[in-house]
């Protein structure tokens, strides 16, 4: 990846990053583990509807949410029937905040 493909992709992390709705999925995907009981979800993963209800979003507004963050390479989906779960793409936050760290 070229130095100004870099900064354009960093440039959509940030952009994402500016939502609180946003920040608070990620958190919630970073926090994905097997010993939260979870009855649809793998360990590393939310599902859509999880997000939804913990944040008292619509399905539809998910969705917007998480087109964003995918588009910035930070959340990954994979469809399951009628069901989306997304996964945190770790690596890329911390690219952002080693950019930052630069500052």
Same mark, same amino acid.
């Given at each position: 990846?070229?130095?100004?493909? %870099?900064?354009?992709?960093?440039? +959509? &992390?940030?952009?994402?990053?500016? !939502?609180? $709705?946003?920040?608070?999925?990620?958190?919630?995907?970073?926090?994905?583990?097997?010993?939260?009981?979870? %009855?649809?979800?793998?360990?590393? +993963? &939310?599902?859509?509807?999880?997000? !939804?209800? $913990?944040?008292?979003?619509?399905?539809?507004?998910?969705?917007?949410?998480?087109?964003?963050?995918?588009?910035?390479?930070?959340?990954?989906?994979?469809?399951?029937?009628?069901?989306?779960?997304?996964?945190?793409?770790?690596?890329?936050?911390?690219?952002?905040?080693?950019?930052?760290?630069?500052?």
């Amino acid at each position: 990846m070229t130095r100004t493909e %870099t900064r354009a992709q960093l440039n +959509e &992390v940030f952009k994402a990053l500016a !939502s609180e $709705h946003r920040r608070e999925i990620l958190r919630l995907l970073s926090e994905a583990t097997p010993e939260q009981g979870k %009855t649809c979800c793998l360990a590393d +993963e &939310v599902c859509a509807c999880k997000l !939804s209800d $913990h944040l008292g979003l619509s399905p539809s507004t998910i969705s917007h949410h998480m087109s964003v963050l995918r588009s910035a390479g930070l959340v990954d989906g994979r469809k399951d029937g009628l069901w989306t779960y997304y996964t945190l793409h770790r690596e890329v936050l911390e690219q952002a905040a080693e950019e930052i760290r630069h500052f």
